[in-house]
């Protein structure tokens, strides 16, 4: 039996994946969680084989999930299921451990023949997002990419430099770095494209 954890802040999509998985004779979702913070909290205490997560969560990504397992060294394996069809987003995932990425259009069917696959070793990645993955370079850093996302959700400089101990000087290196390598003119720019792109 695979054993499942399903992380979806969306309640209706949440049940019915649920609902979907547990007719499959091999897969039981033995816990549900609405947000990264609560299933950070399941993954602990379940352990199970599959954490099925969305990107987008309030508390933790699914991202920041599966690098918090990759960093753990944990046997649970990460299947990200979204609706973000960009090559930004696979990239990271695939640096954070992440065995399968598709899309939340995908037929039913696909999703269990994917758990199945991750569970047995394998991966299963969405192949046209693999093609363009494979094409588009990220250019921000892992403190340029979170230090402009905050910037972006409305914090100034100085609130960046407090919540990471940083100086004001650094935080602002950090955006024009950014903003230099998108090759825009502001930091709300930046922000708008590295969203679109998928690098946040």
Do not use: C
């Amino acid at each position: 039996m695979i054993r499942v954890l399903l992380a979806e802040d969306q309640a209706m999509l949440r049940g019915a994946l649920a609902a979907l998985l547990n007719l499959e004779a091999d897969i039981e979702v033995v816990g549900t969680a609405a947000d990264g913070e609560s299933a950070w909290r399941e993954l602990q205490r379940l352990r199970p084989d599959l954490l099925v997560t969305d990107i987008e969560m309030p508390g933790l990504t699914g991202l920041e999930l599966a690098q918090r397992i990759q960093r753990h060294e944990w046997p649970t394996r990460v299947v990200i299921v979204t609706t973000f069809a960009r090559a930004g987003y696979l990239r990271r995932a695939l640096d954070a451990g992440v065995s399968g990425y598709l899309l939340k259009d995908a037929p039913a069917d696909r999703l269990a023949a994917a758990l199945r696959k991750v569970h047995a070793g394998g991966r299963a990645i969405d192949p046209q997002l693999a093609l363009e993955a494979w094409n588009e370079a990220d250019p921000l850093n892992d403190r340029e990419r979170q230090v402009l996302r905050m910037a972006g959700e409305g914090l100034s400089a100085g609130d960046i430099a407090r919540q990471l101990n940083l100086s004001q000087g650094t935080v602002r290196n950090y955006l024009s770095e950014a903003i230099g390598k998108l090759g825009v003119s502001n930091r709300i720019e930046a922000y708008r494209l590295a969203r679109q792109r998928g690098l946040l």
